[in-house]
Antibody, heavy 117, light 107 residues
């Protein structure tokens, strides 16, 4: 069955970096895009962007250009999200989600990142 | 960016009632709208794609309609498991966006 399994929760200090992973199984990794979505505590979903898993080309939403990097370890069917120079407002749950022609049909369980001094 | 406005923000209903949730786009997006359900502390789940296309495994009481700028998610006879938050998402633009959500709560 199709699964996206994300890495565990993270506690970081402002200014540090974090790398979140999303391991896919049950399908051909490079046949589908991978999207990233942020959900701050008690807030709605915010689309961060996506990465073409075949070419490796990322696309970022305007609010996520600069400190956010999408990458791949295609041989391991894994997509990564790295956030540098963490700020308090980066505290959120980050989801990866498989992209299928405009929609996102399978989602990871989410990773809670807490930024606190 | 395309802005999606969902209304109402909260909808209080009694189980067994039928409801309609609205999503309005800031510009015409054809039928490039998708609906998700998110239960508390869970990942979102795709309910309807491209305005009205059903998704395998989703109960038939969920349906979608609309085109252009106005879209509706309908739930026929709400069941207890349906009380959660519903989001619309557009894929007309290469930069996707979500609406702010409608919380469906028990009256």
């Amino acid at each position: 069955q199709i699964q996206l399994v994300q890495s565990g929760p993270e506690l970081k200090k402002p200014g540090e970096s974090v790398k979140i992973s999303c391991k896919a199984s049950g399908y051909t990794f490079t046949d589908y895009a991978m999207h990233w979505v942020k959900q701050a505590p008690g807030k709605g979903l915010k689309w961060m962007g996506w990465i073409n898993t075949y070419t490796g080309k990322p696309t970022y939403a305007d609010d996520f250009k600069g400190r956010f990097v999408f990458s791949l370890e295609a041989s391991a069917s894994t997509a990564n999200l790295q956030i540098s120079n963490l700020k308090n407002e980066d505290t959120a749950t980050y989801f990866c989600a498989r992209g299928d022609i405009g929609t996102t049909d399978y989602w990871g369980q989410g990773v809670m990142v807490t930024v606190s001094s | 960016n395309i802005v999606l406005t969902q209304s109402p923000a909260t909808l209080s209903v009694t189980p067994g009632e039928s409801v309609s949730l609205s999503c309005r786009a800031s510009q015409s997006i054809s039928t490039s709208i998708h609906w998700y359900q998110q239960k508390s502390n869970e990942s979102p789940r795709l309910l309807i794609k491209y305005a009205s296309q059903s998704i395998s495994g989703i109960p038939s009481r969920f349906s979608g309609s609309g085109s252009g700028t106005d879209f509706t998610l309908s739930i026929n006879r709400v069941e207890s498991e349906d009380f959660s938050i519903y989001y619309c998402q557009q894929s007309y633009s290469s930069l996707f966006t979500f609406g702010s959500g409608t919380k469906l709560e028990i009256k």
